[in-house]
Nanobody, 129 residues
Framework: RVQPVESGGGSVQTGGSLTLSCTVS????????LGWFRQAPGKEREGVAT???????TYYGDSVQGRFTLTQNNKNTVQLQMNSLKPEDAAMYYC???????????????????????WGQGTQVTVSS
């Protein structure tokens, strides 16, 4: 069974940095779309960044472009480096994945949560002003 597990959340002051990690167990296909989403209280879940594990191509949401960096450590682990954090970045962050062939293969630019199949439990990020 495919299961993403997030780690690395915590509290930080405005302007600070945090690194989130996602390790996915149970992978059976050669490539996946793997993404980070976030949801703040009272708001809809928002796509933050996605990566195609086949070649490491990344796609970022407008609100984090230039501040967040998503990298692939190995076949089943990715890290989200978050810099210059703002209070509006505070949220529960979720890791999600889907076999890339179900998304047309090779392009993982969708940030729609319905396009992702397996979800982690989330890790909390708090940013104080």
């Amino acid at each position: 069974r495919v299961q993403p597990v997030e780690s690395g959340g915590g509290s930080v002051q405005t302007g600070g940095s945090l690194t989130l990690s996602c390790t996915v167990s149970g992978l059976t296909y050669s490539a996946y779309c793997l993404g980070w989403f976030r949801q703040a209280p009272g708001k809809e879940r928002e796509g933050v960044a996605t990566i195609y594990t086949g070649d490491g191509s990344t796609y970022y949401g407008d609100s984090v472009q230039g501040r967040f960096t998503l990298t692939q450590n190995n076949k089943n682990t990715v890290q989200l480096q978050m810099n210059s954090l703002k209070p509006e970045d505070a949220a529960m962050y979720y890791c999600a994945t889907v076999p890339s062939f179900l998304r047309g293969g090779g392009v993982c630019n969708s940030h729609a949560e319905d396009d992702f199949q397996y979800w982690g439990q989330g890790t909390q990020v708090t940013v104080s002003s």
